[in-house]
């Protein structure tokens, strides 16, 4: 009897230990937007727009839609999902997201440095902090067009939080 009751309470024991050490599935998103060949979305890079060419060729982050935290979000309480910065995502003859190296795979919580917005009927908003709060600054729709891109403002330059789609 006294076995049975040490291998019960070593089993809780090793079952609740267990469950701790097990990380959650963590995976990693760079589009949010779902228009055709990613022609009408919001982008936010990880660099600034060139002073000459007004794009940043700089990894991006797309979409067109709101984003409460640019951390990321959790669908299920059990899995992770990061928002992070991907070259090589729009189709077509943009120069705008095109080359990989400063930014590629890193988060998009507080590294952006520019954005544009190629929507045709919504505003996209940054937000210095979660939940749409705090400096902000907004980014007009250009209708297909990812040119000219615009720096973030000096309160929201690597400080960027979360994005409202108005």
Not at 4 to 32: C, H, K, M, Q, W
Not at 53 to 71: A, H, K
Not at 106 to 127: D, F, I, P
């Amino acid at each position: 009897m006294i076995l049975r009751r040490a291998a019960v309470a070593g089993a809780i024991v090793s079952l609740f230990l267990g469950a701790g050490s097990a990380a959650a599935a963590t995976s990693y998103e760079s589009d949010a937007c779902n228009s055709t060949a990613d022609k009408y979305c919001f982008s936010i890079h990880f660099n600034s727009r060139g002073g000459q060419t007004w794009y940043s060729e700089s990894p991006c982050f797309l979409s067109n839609r709101s984003i409460p935290d640019y951390f990321g979000y959790s669908p299920n309480q059990a899995a992770l999902v990061r928002y992070v910065f991907r070259a090589g995502q729009i189709d077509g003859d943009y120069n705008t997201c095109r080359l990989g190296g400063d930014g590629e795979g890193q988060g998009v919580k507080n590294e952006a440095a520019s954005a544009t917005n190629a929507e045709c009927g919504a505003t996209h908003r940054v937000y210095f902090s979660s939940g749409y709060l705090g400096p902000s600054q907004a980014f007009s729709p250009k209708c297909g067009d990812y040119w000219p891109g615009e720096n973030l403002i000096s309160d929201l330059k690597n400080d960027n939080g979360s994005a409202k789609r108005i």
